[in-house]
């Protein structure tokens, strides 16, 4: 088994700031992937990495940056927080890209609120 | 626009009773369909999944139905439980791994 830990798990901010969110996976998966819920609207993706070093914009890149220095991590900016922003931000591994019936497992989120 | 649609929003049945959740979508190209229990304060987990040649998959208590002519899918809990209480995201994927959700169903089982 493994696990996916998501630091930290509450983020306030200020409007116009930069914050990050970082993610780590001890699966061994080469796939990781970053969502965005908001309340009734489902998950949205905002970005992707097949492996290491490799980044994909999803539907909803706008506002944010990734990094993926590490097969074991990935790291979501957000460029400029805007004000009143609620969300919580998943992140997800898969063994690989290109199966599309591999399981992505999620982990706990971390919550955004900005001021 | 929203490629795959729930119903109901929220949903609430007693316990041992039968929960019924709704999802359909547009996209023909869709081939496989993972449904994701959600409980609060934690990620979607995969709950049941099944591939556009089944019409049915079973798992205990939980059954998807699917019906590929009308782009519909049905979730069946019988005998609920209290701990069946979560959101439940109906998904989609066609040739790439990129995973488009519904907006959830939320469902409450009462003792």
């Known amino acids: 088994g493994g696990i996916i830990t998501q630091t930290p798990k509450f983020l306030i901010g200020q409007e116009g700031q930069k914050l990050t969110l970082k993610c780590q996976q001890n699966?061994?998966?080469?796939?990781m992937y970053w969502y965005r819920q908001d309340s009734g609207k489902g998950l949205r993706l905002i970005y992707y990495s097949i492996t290491e070093n490799d980044l994909q914009k999803g539907d909803l890149s706008e506002g944010y940056d990734a990094s993926r220095e590490k097969k074991s991590s990935f790291s979501l900016t957000v460029t400029s927080a805007q004000k009143n922003e609620m969300a919580v931000f998943l992140c997800?591994?898969?063994?690989?890209?290109?199966?599309?019936?591999?399981?992505?497992?999620f982990g706990p989120g971390t919550r955004l609120l900005v001021l | 626009q929203q490629q795959v649609r729930q119903s109901p929003q929220s949903l609430t049945v007693w316990e041992g009773e039968t929960a019924i959740l709704n999802c359909s979508y547009e996209?023909?190209?869709?081939?496989?369909f993972p449904w994701y229990q959600q409980f609060p304060g934690e990620g979607p987990a995969l709950l049941i999944s099944?591939?556009?040649?089944?019409d049915k998959k079973e798992d205990g208590r939980f059954t998807i139905f699917f019906n590929k002519r009308e782009k519909k899918l049905s979730l069946h809990i019988t005998d609920s439980q209290p701990g069946d209480s979560a959101t439940y995201f109906c998904?989609?994927?066609?040739?790439?791994?990129?995973?488009?959700f519904g907006t959830g169903t939320r469902l409450q089982v009462s003792p």
């Open positions: 699966f061994n998966h080469d796939t």
């Open positions: 997800a591994s898969s063994i690989y890209w290109g199966r599309n019936q591999d399981t992505q497992y």
């Open positions: 996209d023909s190209t869709f081939n496989y």
């Open positions: 099944i591939s556009s040649v089944s």
């Open positions: 998904a989609a994927l066609g040739d790439t791994d990129k995973v488009v």
